[in-house]
Structure formats: C-alpha cells, structure tokens
C-alpha cells in the first residue's frame, strides 16, 4: 500500500526542477557525479526571473526537504541529506515548520509531504512521526478518493506505530492505534490489540485523551458483554444472562447500545416473571429510543400480564402507528379489546388483521374467540 502512496506524491516531482548549477555553488555539497542536479522549487524560478539575485541555501535547502519526503530513495538523496545536515540548523525543524505552513494552507499533500522528510532527518524524535501520522489522518478524512484515504490511513497507521518503538507509553499514538484498529474488520486478536493500546492511553494520557479512552473501553466491555448474555437468552438462560446485564450498565454508554442492554434486561425479567422490574427496564430504554415497535409490544405484553389493559392498548396502538400492517399487533389489540369486553372494536381490529392474512390460523381462533366470548355476553 505505502508503494502506491509513493508513486502518488512522485506527481509532486512537478514542482520541482532540476539545475547543473555553478561549481562554486557546488561548495556545500561533498564529493559529487559530473551530473549531479539540484532541486529548486518552480515557484522560487519564477520569482528569480524578475530578480537579479541567485538561488539561496534556504531555496535549495527547502526544495531538498521537498524531493526527500517525496522520494527518500532519489538517486542523489544521500547528497541533499548531507548538505542539508551541514547547511542548515536543524534541517527537520525546517521540513516540519514548512509543513505547517502548508498544513495553514489546508495543503494537506504538501504537508505531508514535508513531514515524511522530518521524520526521515529526526528519526530518533517522535513528534515529527506523530505530526505525520495526524496530517495522513486528516488528509485521509479530507479526499473523496477511497483508495489513496486507505493508504494515507495506513501511512498514519505506520507512523503512530514508529513513535510507540521510541516511546511505547505515548498516550496519544497510542490512542489513535487503538481507534485505528477498532475501525478494521473486527477480529478478537485486533480488538484486543486495540484494547491494549487504550489501556495505555487511559494510564499515561491526561483530561481529554484520558476521558475518551476510558468511555471507549467501557463501550467495548458493554458491548462484550450484551454480545455473551444475548447468546445465554438465545439458550433460554435467562438469569445467567442477567448476571452479566446487571453489570454492564456502570458507566457512560452510547445510547444505541445502552438501549440495547436495557431491552435485553427487561426481556429476561420478563422470562423470569419480574414483570414490575421488565417494566422498568422497558421504561427506561423507552426514554432512549421510543420509536421502536417492538419494545412498545413488549410493555404492551406486561402490562396485559399484570391487568392493566388500558395502559397495554395505549402501548400496542403506539406500536401500530409505527407498524400499521402487523397482523401481530392487531391480533393483540383486538384480544386486548376483547378482554375490557369492547367487542366492537375487538372485531374491528381483528378484521382488519382478517384482510391482511386471510387463512391466518392465529387470526381465525382469536375471531371464534370474540364470537364466543360475545354470545356469552348477551345470554
């Protein structure tokens, strides 16, 4: 992938010309070929053709820094690297302040570019890896095009990892590994490397960073734990998975998966006869998401369990407004209505669910239902 992301930053070679200049202002560089050619920015040539002055140190120096962090393996790499080291006071603070400059600029490619020839100059220094792997970030998020975003993930992916061999405790590489490692394709062994490496942010980070990876792990944990207590309520065990649901709700959660827990929770005190505490459950994730069907069936289901039949049919007929063809639901509201002895509107739900489902053997016991219970009614 990082040779694709090569050959794409080698188009930048355009900005760049190359000159036979002078022997004199050949004196910075050591022994050199007969052909050797130094890099110049195009725009400084343009500038020179309404100057009279030449080409300067810092000119050639910037230009270096730029066909270095395009291409570290040019032919003449070795003599840029080795003028720049003795022509210039801290060549990799030059490459990283003119990637900042581009980077004010929103000249993402320029900046990285830049930031690559830091990392190449300072190689024992983790800020310029750790500022090339936020600008490749950045820019990834920034392109439309999906390939080049997925090589400037990964050159971000290889430049937090480079900074945590020179200090393996840093907690923002270490962070943006975890969240980089959480965004692939989910397998154990990479989740729990992600883990890992937010365990080490929540440790050595601080405020913000330290916040984030904390609430991040807590929602893997939850989110662990919903996945093994939904496999024991598949196993119809409901109290082994209770134990882990009543658990799974310290600290702060997203609100789709808080409202994932709460459901599960409700649904295996339901199992397990607490309709009051089911009710609760239901209740509050009610208060998190109120458009989903069926938990508004499942609070309808308690309340008829318990005799409440007007608070039931509030929630079924909330239900049916979300769902207007569930034969289901009217074949509950229609029992529901049967029950509070209102059998005219009992037959009309269940007609409704009749034309709907015609044949439907649930459909057709419940109107036998209704018929006997209103012959019974008038004597």
């Keep these: 992938m990082r040779a694709r992301l090569d050959d794409y930053l080698r188009e930048m070679t ?115 890896l750790f500022n090339l792997g936020q600008v490749a970030l950045e820019f990834a998020g920034a392109t439309q095009d999906r390939e080049l975003s997925e090589e400037l993930i990964a050159q971000a992916e290889q430049a937090f990892r480079s900074v945590l061999a020179l200090d393996g405790c840093e907690p923002l590489a270490s962070f943006q590994i975890g969240m980089l490692l959480l965004e692939k394709e989910a397998a154990e062994e990479t989740t729990e490397e992600a883990k890992k490496h937010l365990k080490t942010a929540m440790q050595y980070g601080e405020d913000e960073i330290k916040d984030r990876a904390l609430a991040i792990l807590t929602e893997l944990d939850a989110g662990e734990a919903l996945v093994r207590a939904e496999e024991l309520i598949d196993r119809h065990e409901y109290e082994a998975a209770l134990a882990i649901l009543e658990k799974s709700l310290s600290g702060e959660l997203s609100l789709p998966l808080k409202y994932r827990i709460l459901f599960a929770r409700g649904f295996c005190r339901k199992a397990t006869g607490d309709l009051d505490k089911a009710i609760e459950d239901y209740s509050q994730a009610l208060s998190v998401y109120n458009q989903d069907t069926l938990l508004l069936a499942e609070l309808g289901i308690c309340y008829a369990y318990m005799g409440d039949l007007e608070q039931s049919l509030e929630f079924y007929l909330a239900a049916l407004d979300l769902e207007k063809d569930s034969v289901e639901l009217l074949n509950n509201i229609a029992i529901v209505y049967l029950n509070m002895k209102n059998f005219e509107m009992a037959k009309k739900y269940i007609n409704i669910a009749k034309e709907l489902a015609n044949g439907d053997e649930v459909i057709d016991a419940t109107i036998l239902q209704i018929r006997n219970e209103e012959e019974k009614s008038n004597g």
């Excluded at 006071?89 to 000249?107: Q, T, V």
């Design 14 to 128: 355009d900005r760049l010309a190359f000159l036979n200049l002078e022997e004199h202002l050949l004196d910075a560089f050591d022994d050199v070929p007969s052909d050797f050619v130094i890099p110049i920015l195009v725009t400084d040539i343009r500038a020179m053709a309404t100057s009279s002055a030449g080409f300067t140190t810092g000119q050639i120096a910037s230009a270096a820094l730029y066909l270095l962090g395009i291409d570290p393996s040019f032919r003449f790499a070795g003599a840029y690297e080795a003028f720049l080291r003795k022509a210039v006071d801290r060549p990799a603070a030059m490459a990283s302040e003119l990637a900042m400059k581009s980077y004010d600029n929103r000249s993402y490619k320029d900046a990285l570019i830049y930031l690559r020839a830091a990392a190449l100059l300072d190689k024992d220094s983790k800020y310029p």
